[in-house]
């Protein structure tokens, strides 16, 4: 693998480069905490920040990526952000002021990565192709614009992609999708890869519920490494771009020490196949069953 450290790039199918590890931020409060962990990790050598709308906490991440900037030891252009689109806001108007409110909740001028978040929410489940259809041209129209660098989505299956390429002018470079140990998702990376898109894995950590794994706990003695780096690298090794989150600057510093060492084979083999169920992970939500 060529990526070395968090200022690692990988080149996306529409020219821009994405760094290797992104930087997770649902469930973290608006506020102090969110300020302080997005600025911790920006400080450690993060440079690849992953917010929502739906996390509710863009003020702050915008807040803390600005006041870096202001430090003066990075430029904007090193740093890459991303936001995706609210369930409520989808078809083509509500998409286009839902990009404005995010540039000035961010205080941004550009987001680098703008992702449909979910295909199929409820309040559009009887016109979710219309809808998404609507809001990929107010994206495909920002980023016209300059107001996105790259265009992607979020939990879509193969299924909901195809609807969209029927309509899409610009083709999506990125889907972001659940990865972690137990939850391989090979399939759907290999469909991605082929169709030009690039893997990011959201809750490589299991939202925190891996650390029970015995399996885990394990291949950690084995190779010396806290469970948290085992799994980063394992989602990496899996062609996946993971985005760990913590709002405690040791395990956000703990969790990007994923460049010096490798995982072999085999041991990515029996990660993929943890059973997630036992240790409470929840599998990747099925959109189109989804209750939000
Ligand atoms: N597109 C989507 O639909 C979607 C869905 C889910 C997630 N995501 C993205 O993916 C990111 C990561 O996923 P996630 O938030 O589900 O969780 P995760 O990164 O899999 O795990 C985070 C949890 O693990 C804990 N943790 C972090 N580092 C640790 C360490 N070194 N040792 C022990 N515990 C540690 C955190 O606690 P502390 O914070 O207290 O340290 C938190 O409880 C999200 O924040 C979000 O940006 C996207």
Redesign the pocket.
Known sequence: MEQDSLKSTYTLADGNRIPCV???????PDGDVAYK?VLAALRNGYRHI???TA?GNEESVGKAINDFLREGSVKRSELFITT?LHNQDHGYDLTKAAIEKSLNMLGLDYLDLY?I??PNPIKFRDCWAEANAGSWKAMEEAREEGKIRSLGL??FMERHHEKLMETAKVAPVVD???I?PGIAQTSLISYCKAHGMLV?G??????????KSTLMQELSAKYGR????I?VRWSMQQGAIP??????E???I??SKVFDFELSEDDCKAISEIDYEALGITPQRNPDENKF
């Open positions: 992104g930087f997770g931020t649902w469930q973290t962990s992953d917010t929502a996390y995706k992702l978040h979910w979020s939990n972001q999708i659940k972690c990011e959201y809750s490589p950590l299991g939202t925190g519920g891996i650390f806290p469970i948290s780096q799994c985005l760990p989150k913590s709002v405690n040791d395990r956000i703990e969790n």
